[in-house]
């Protein structure tokens, strides 16, 4: 089971900053390559960043130098800073085995979404 927790308001203004934490429970989270997903309104859900269990850290293009994803025991975390407007969408946290995947059909769990609107 992954659950999802997020450490700040739900509101935040542009240039702003937002931590969200995941919490893996039920199984093991070594040997898992760890994510974050989001999903804009009207929009594909889409890769944002990911950590592997060993190894570099991959991000998409449009965070790279704002946020930061890292890991600890059952722990995830996604530090985004610089947050703009167009971050706003609905996050998901996810985990697969093995190296880190890109694709959203290959995580074999996911946490519930948590909402994240950036506005002034």
């Known amino acids: 089971q992954v659950q999802l927790v997020k450490s700040g308001g739900d509101l935040v203004q542009p240039g702003g900053s937002l931590r969200l934490s995941c919490v893996v429970s039920g199984f093991s989270l070594d040997y898992y390559a760890a994510g974050w997903f989001r999903q804009a309104p009207g929009q594909e859900r889409e890769f944002v960043a990911a950590?592997?269990?060993?190894?570099t850290s991959r991000y998409a293009d449009f965070v790279k130098g704002r946020f930061t994803i890292s890991r600890a025991y059952a722990k995830v975390y996604l530090q985004m800073n610089s947050l703009k407007p167009e971050d706003t969408a609905v996050y998901y946290c996810?985990?697969?085995?093995?190296?880190?995947?890109?694709?959203?059909?290959?995580?074999?769990?996911w946490g519930k979404g948590t909402l994240v609107t950036v506005s002034s």
């Open positions: 996810a985990a697969n085995y093995g190296r880190i995947e890109v694709m959203e059909g290959r995580m074999d769990y």
């Open positions: 950590v592997p269990w060993t190894g």
